[in-house]
């Protein structure tokens, strides 16, 4: 069995034709994939017997939520069950500008930075392009509304799954399906450089993050064991080859831990690693997660820290506004674990 909502209108008609069935109905069924449904009854202009037919083929229910948890801010976490039994994450956000879907790229993790949750279990398999549309669908399914900002920072690192994170950010730009703007999602990776020179040559028009989280090589590798495989200076050529092919001003994402790097020295380091570039840099005081013993500054700090990137090297800098963080939906506490797990 096929998942129905990794096909796209194109590869839906060639199907359809192979089957001796009418080029048209490729759109049709398209439409109804993008309403969300997720059975094939509910695909009323379809004769029965198509109906029947597609049933054999494909599933459509990729992603089912079986849990949602609310925070007191609006934001939801929701555990998707995907068809094999493996559970993922996303969360749901509202802001003044409208709805964001924070959505996984894979089952777990296998990058092993030290201050995330969803690396803890490993990385048990890549999603496909439709289990990452799922989300956004179950998503607007249970909210009753349309989600217009993505960002691909759930569990996963979507580099390390690169075909399927492409194909479903073109699905999600598709004119006849979401309809999503380049611009509107946001791919955070940890920083694999020949992915990314990869994607800047796509010239996609989406907003590329990077998580810095130390502007020091041998420090940052404690943090992140990335960066042994790729140093942080073919990490900057990268980045300026992204900005160079796409013209998009990237975002620097430094988790910010009390002790570690979080001190007036780190913001010059940081600020002298990205100067001249078209770059904006993200605080995220880190979020705690029960197996590691990290800490965010407190928050005189952390304005001093983005004080000086302001004020001294004129770096548009922002402090991430955590949502969802009694609810353990917040950067890097996003895991694959079982309902069983979450209750106890
Ligand atoms: N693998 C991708 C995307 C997932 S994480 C990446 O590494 O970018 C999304 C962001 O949350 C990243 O910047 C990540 O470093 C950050 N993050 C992870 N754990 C965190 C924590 N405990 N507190 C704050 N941010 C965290």
Redesign the pocket.
Known sequence: MKDLRSETQDSLKEALIDLGEKAFRAKQIYEWIVKGVTSFEEMKNLPLSLREQLGKLYYLDNVKISEQFKSEDGTIKMLNVLKDDEVIESVYMTYKHGQTACIS?QVG?K?K?S????TLNGMSRNLLAGEMMGQIYEMQNITNTRINHVV???????LDNYVETLKFIKMACDESGLNLSARNITL???GLVPEIKRLADEQLQITL???L?HPMQSEREKLMPIAKKYNLDDLMSAVDYYTEKTHRRVTF?Y?LIEGFNDKDEHAHALAKRIKGKLAHVNL??????KE?E?YAPKSHQIKRFKQILEDKYKISTTIRRELGSDINA????LRNQHISDVIS
């Open positions: 790229s993790c990058m930075c201050f995330c949750a969803s691909i920072m759930g569990s996963g690192e979507p955070s990776t940890c993050a990077i998580s989280h994402e988790a995220i005081p880190i979020n705690s997660v590691k990290y917040a950067c890097g506490q």
